[in-house]
């Protein structure tokens, strides 16, 4: 059975599983007639068929709308990665490129805390009602635990990111959960690294389907790997980048065929209908005035050095009102019906800079150089001279930015956990003020619950 096939059999329990799973988290405020097509939450954990329902009801936040877009675009305009061009009809994004976001932002509010709540609330009736389900057969409720784990852990890495002390909502009762705190960052951080832990241990290694649309051991891994990156913990870095490396499944392909949906470099994408990617129709459609929604920053267009296949691969140009536009060209398609691009969540060149920076700290040299020149080598670049900690760490830093650009914000993110953020983007944005580094929580959350507190200088 094919992805497509596999996904749209599903695709209508999924949603109603949705719309049940979180109608039932709500009963206790108020008594809710249950459609007919509608289950309890407690009876979609009963049989294989309506528990797989229920945990792809997480996919389809990410199928042409939700968050997963926004993490990508609100960090790329934050940092000196991609840009947008209809600042003023859509003044939600120009407040993120302006580093100036007001507490009512619409894209913060609505899809950078709201989209990954009700994903993580999902995520947590699946736990629950998997863990409590004694009628499953026990492969299926392995993997199906294993990718709500997974969902939780990658809602909460965005969350953290973006916002630092973030509540930690672990359960399922709205009544428990309404009125929590912010927890602090090293206890989100502890808790996405477990859920991760708990997601590797529970998937299997091989795919269910044939489009790695759905999430695997690997993808575990993968995530795991940059969580222990971001929290300086670079032995561990090291060892779950190495397990995705070492796996077999995965290779470097030549960057023009990186982003198809049959890549063998892609460990995790989000399946579409259509078959072209919610990115590729922003990088790749232009308005009236001949540019892209997003565009790439001109200063990263202009790092590649000379031959560097990615380069032509993965940028291209426009010129309107006689300035030159480049735009991001990893995904070729704008649009399709029945096209041969998904949304690529995780890929194997980023393990092997993980890899590289990690031993970079341990001040492991050699082995840092081979992998920075593993991505090199695919780039149809030399081999790298940098040969000092120093200048390693500064060379994986530039392939960081220019193998991941357009990608989720990890230029953005780059740029925070390694303290360059002020020294960057103060450089380019004149009213750059440190405290922009975190997003404020917004308005209307702090609102309902008093037990919030808003970041510095909102």
Not at 81 to 109: G, M
Request: include cysteine.
């Amino acid at each position: 059975m094919s992805d497509k096939t596999n996904t749209l059999k599903y695709i209508t329990l999924a949603l109603l599983l949705s719309n049940s799973l979180l109608f039932s988290s709500c009963e206790k405020f108020v008594d809710i007639d249950k459609a007919p097509n509608q289950l309890p939450a407690g009876d979609a954990f009963k049989e294989d068929g309506t528990a797989t329902g229920a945990v792809l009801a997480m996919y389809t936040y990410y199928t042409t709308t939700g968050s997963l877009p926004y993490y990508t675009f609100a960090g790329g305009v934050e940092a000196d990665d991609i840009q947008y061009s209809y600042t003023s009809s859509t003044p939600a994004i120009n407040e993120l490129q302006q580093s100036a976001v007001s507490t009512t932002n619409s894209t913060v509010t609505n899809y950078l805390w709201i989209y990954p709540y009700a994903v993580i609330r999902q995520a947590n009736l699946a736990i629950e009602g998997l863990k409590a389900s004694t009628t499953l057969t026990s492969s299926v409720q392995a993997q199906l635990l294993g990718e709500a784990y997974f969902f939780r852990a990658f809602n909460y890495f965005y969350l953290v990111n973006y916002f630092g002390a973030v509540p930690l909502v672990l359960s399922a009762n709205v009544m428990e959960t309404g009125s929590l705190p912010r927890t602090g960052t090293d206890s989100v951080w502890t808790q996405i690294i477990s859920d991760l832990k708990a997601a590797e241990a529970s998937l299997p290694a091989a795919y269910t389907g044939t489009l790695r649309t759905r999430v695997n051991k690997y993808a575990a891994s993968a995530l795991l790997a940059r969580a222990y990156l971001y929290r300086e913990d670079w032995q561990n870095a090291i060892t779950y980048s190495t397990e995705v490396i070492g796996a077999g499944t995965y290779s470097l392909p030549t960057p023009d065929s990186a982003f198809v949906n049959v890549s063998n470099e892609v460990i995790l994408q989000y399946g579409t209908t259509t078959g072209y990617s919610f990115l590729g129709n922003n990088y790749r459609t232009s308005s009236s005035a001949g540019i892209p929604n997003y565009y790439l920053y001109p200063a990263t267009a202009n790092a590649f050095e000379t031959g560097d296949k990615r380069r032509t691969a993965w940028v291209d140009s426009v010129i309107a009102g006689g300035t030159t536009t480049y735009r991001i060209n990893k995904y070729k398609l704008a649009t399709a019906t029945a096209g041969n691009e998904y949304n690529v969540i995780l890929r194997l060149a980023e393990q092997y800079l993980i890899r590289a920076e990690a031993n970079a700290q341990l001040k492991n040299l050699d082995a840092a150089a081979a992998d920075l020149n593993a991505v090199r080598t695919r780039a149809g670049l030399s081999n790298t001279t940098a040969a000092t900690q120093y200048a390693l760490l500064a060379a994986i830093a530039k392939e960081r930015r220019l193998e991941l650009f357009g990608e989720f914000a990890h230029r953005w993110f780059d740029l925070k956990r390694t303290g360059k953020v002020n020294e960057v983007i103060g450089a380019i944005k004149s009213n750059w003020a440190s405290t922009a580094a975190l997003l404020p929580i917004p308005a209307t959350e702090i609102a309902k619950n008093k037990a919030l507190r808003q970041n510095d200088g909102y």
